[in-house]
């Protein structure tokens, strides 16, 4: 097997902090977020992703593991800051969706035929990838697994799983918290909750955000937008009863968020490769458009979670929950005020002799999602110990797409997606002498998909009414969108545990993880993805528990893994099973206390190599194709009557992916940062963060703020429908300063 070297890829930030005691701006009186889990002492952290509460340094995971406080302290204030906190953990917003990826593994697709590759849960409900970067609050913890998790987390875990928590109600404790922050760019927010018990059985906990900022972008084009402007309002009802060995609690949530559209620039390349590219402002927190932009996200859900634990210490646990998600988005596709118009007045272009369109698309996603999981779960004392389950999921997915050129509407990607995921599960753990156990986990998932609709030509002269349509008025069908396609696989873990004292546990396992395959219309399908894991791992504790460290090696082989290309049978992205490849690597973290003087750190080392693969030259392509392969195919890159002839690019031991070393340190230090080749260069990532924290300074109290780089991506964005690597979004900055007096706020710089 030909192989192509993904170098690795080391990436190095220095985070320093000092935390003060916990006082919010604003603060009522009343219980601020707490941690759900351990305390400010030497404690363990306390995690729930087996469905029991259990020690950080007592599971043979390698997972890092955040309180509420933590959180807010490490100011993670998005899912998308979580790799600033955890080692192995990339995450970036790719298109309408947000890409996680572990180790390498995750999300390379923004298909909405592909499904997550890490496992998203909030408040232990599966999410699915869009409308999914709402600001935290009122938050519980976080827990960041890394590696397959085929058996609890089931499906779709194949690099890891994150869960989610947030605070529940309390019977015993009137009482709440308000936040207020304002910062530059007229940044405004406000989030609280209030606690209220009712008699000794039943609490309500109300909470909710706002949150806005002014455009932190100049659009000087002719169309005045204002890309990345946010205005956000989430609120969440959550009721809890209690009686007896009987237990409920019911979470109702609202969400919604409006942008001014994200903010885009032509990829800087050639001019043969990109014609738009002269249209670059070339100048920072700047665009230019021609074209109103927007981005409108809406989200509800509900979940019922009911307990019931028997006498001797038997549970057995139900997770209902309903999801209906929203996301509408309209782009400046050619990311340039370029146009019939005035393309003459552009030297370069009037050389060139080419009318350049005017590119618009749009995307209209409705997602709702059905769960239900039961589980049985034995007493925590005993020899053995186990956790049954059962586990449904039905996703109904409908996009109504649409691209225009110069005004009108041309190509209208519309299709349509039912899926249902059935699993059964169990895992158990048997103390075989007083200082080994073992654990053994299977799970068996069966994946179902059927597809309807179509990529439609749009009628001349049509209406924005007539195109979202169902079917679109006077359309006619390009390429079905039909098909099914259905699999299943078994997973699983296998571990040998061995605790010689109160601080220490080694422990070696394999674990498999998968992720369905899809349909690939028209006619197609796409293989679901494997991986078998091999690790072994030390978790200790030393100075009397003052510091734990975690301390694990791994060896992965992935399997046809998922990822957008140019279909030639229809012109639009397809998803294709790629490569296959190896990873390998070692993650280090610490967490320290010394009396007022906390310091944490990690560090996660991944080395991948990738099989040779072929795909559609997408630099060949024309700006505005999206047609299928001409048949019989003529010469590769020339248009016929309704039809595009591709041309296909293969590697042969090349190396396509080449990241190069990244070196940040933070705080009001220097920092140097280089680029990322592709949005899938994270098999060859090396986050190492040292956080260091001093409590109890009281009179210490400076913004001290500072702005830096994050790691850039120089790529091609494909979370558009119709993308052909005109453009990309731009990298982003933090800034970063005291929680109690400053707002951490994502930038994104151009």
């Known amino acids: 097997m030909t192989t192509s070297r993904v170098r690795p890829l080391i990436y190095l930030a220095l985070l320093t902090s000092a935390a003060l005691p916990a006082v919010p701006a604003l603060a009522a009186d009343g219980d601020a977020p707490q941690a759900a889990t351990g305390d400010t002492d030497t404690k363990d952290i306390v995690v729930t992703a087996q469905r029991r509460r259990e020690s950080v340094q007592n599971v043979n995971i390698a997972v890092t593991a955040l309180s509420g406080d933590a959180l807010a302290e490490k100011n993670v204030s998005r899912a998308l800051d979580l790799q600033t ?34 496992a998203t849960y909030i408040d232990g409900v599966f999410q699915t990838p869009i409308v999914s970067n709402g600001q935290f609050y009122d938050m519980a913890g976080a827990e960041v697994l890394r590696g397959p998790q085929g058996t609890l987390s089931g499906a ?26 304002y910062g530059n760019y007229n940044n405004v927010g406000v989030n609280g909750a209030i606690n209220v018990p009712v008699g000794d059985n039943f609490a309500i906990r109300a909470s909710g955000l706002f949150n806005r900022h002014d455009a932190w972008f100049k659009d000087i084009g002719p169309a005045k937008n204002q890309p990345e ?11 809890l009863y209690k009686s007896g060995g009987f237990q409920a609690n019911l979470k109702v949530e609202a969400v919604q968020r409006r942008t001014g559209g994200f903010a885009l620039q032509p990829i800087n390349t050639t001019l043969a490769n990109n014609p738009y590219v002269v249209g670059r402002t070339n100048t920072p927190w700047t665009v230019s458009y021609d074209s109103p932009v927007a981005n409108f996200e809406r989200a509800f859900a509900t979940v019922l979670e009911a307990k019931y634990q028997f006498d001797g210490g038997l549970t057995i646990r139900s997770v209902s929950a309903y999801q209906n998600k929203r996301l509408s988005a309209v782009t400046e596709t050619d990311a340039s005020s370029i146009n019939p118009t005035n393309w003459s007045t552009y030297p370069a272009l009037a050389a060139l002799g080419k009318v350049q369109n005017q590119v ?23 020899a053995f110990k186990y956790v049954l389950g059962g586990y449904a999921q039905r ?78 008025v006077g359309a006619t069908v390009l390429v079905p969108q039909t098909g099914s396609e259905g699999d299943g696989r078994m997973t699983g873990k296998l571990a040998l545990n061995f605790k010689p004292d109160a601080d220490n546990l080694l422990f070696v396992f394999a ?12 006619g197609g399908s796409f293989r679901p993805e494997t991986v078998w894991d091999y690790e072994a791992g030390w978790k200790s504790s030393f100075f009397d528990r003052r510091l734990k460290t975690q301390i694990g090696a791994f060896y992965m082989k992935y399997n046809n893994f998922q990822m957008d290309v140019i279909n030639p049978l229809s012109g639009q992205s397809g998803v294709v099973n790629l490569a296959n490849s190896d990873i390998k690597g ?28 072929s795909l559609v030259n997408k630099w060949a392509i024309p700006a505005g194709v999206s047609l299928p392969q001409c048949n019989p195919a003529g010469t ?82 494909h979370g558009h429908v119709q993308g052909r690597g005109l453009w990309h979004q731009p990298g982003q900055q933090v800034l970063r300063g005291w929680a109690e007096r400053q707002e951490r706020t994502l930038w994104r710089a151009a």
Request: charged residues 15%.
């Open 156 to 181: 779709n875990s194949t690099g890891g799983a994150v869960y989610l928590t947030t605070q529940r109600p309390q019977l015993d404790k009137l009482g709440g918290y308000a936040t207020a922050n």
């Open 85 to 118: 906190a955890a080692p192995g953990i990339t995450i970036s917003r790719s298109g309408i969706t947000d890409s996680f990826n572990i180790r390498g593994i995750g999300l390379a697709s923004a298909s909405p035929q592909v499904t997550n590759g890490v």
């Open 229 to 239: 402007r946010l205005n956000e309002i989430d609120g969440r009802v959550q009721a």
């Open 586 to 613: 070692f993650e280090a973290s610490f967490q320290g206390k010394f009396d007022a003087l906390s310091i944490d750190g990690g560090l996660s080392f991944v080395d991948s190599s990738l099989s040779a693969l």
């Open 395 to 472: 996703n109904k997915i409908d996009l109504r797409n649409w691209n225009s050129t110069n005004g009108a509407f041309t190509t209208l990607p519309q299709p349509m997606t039912n899926k249902l995921l059935l699993g059964v599960f169990g895992q158990a753990t048997y103390q075989l002498a007083p200082k080994f156990s073992v654990d053994a986990g299977l799970r068996y998932s069966h994946f179902h998909v059927d597809g309807f609709g179509a990529v439609y030509r749009a009628a001349a002269g049509s209406t924005i009414d007539q195109v979202m349509s169902v079917p679109p």
């Open 360 to 382: 618009v698309g749009a995307n209209n996603v409705r997602e709702r999602v059905y769960s239900q999981e039961i589980n049985i779960i034995s007493p925590d004392s005993g």
């Open 636 to 717: 590769a890159g020339t248009v016929g009557t309704g039809c595009f002839n591709y041309v296909i690019t293969s590697t042969s031991g090349a190396e396509p992916l080449q990241p190069e070393v990244d070196l940040e340190r933070v705080g009001g230090l220097p920092h140097r940062s280089g680029r990322h080749a592709h949005a899938h260069a994270a098999p060859g990532l090396c986050l190492h963060r040292l956080a260091v924290g001093l409590s109890d300074l009281s009179g210490f109290d400076r913004p001290d703020c500072c702005a830096w780089p994050a790691a850039r991506q120089h790529h091609a964005r």
């Open 511 to 522: 674990a498999r993880g998968y992720k369905n395959g899809g349909i690939n219309p028209p």
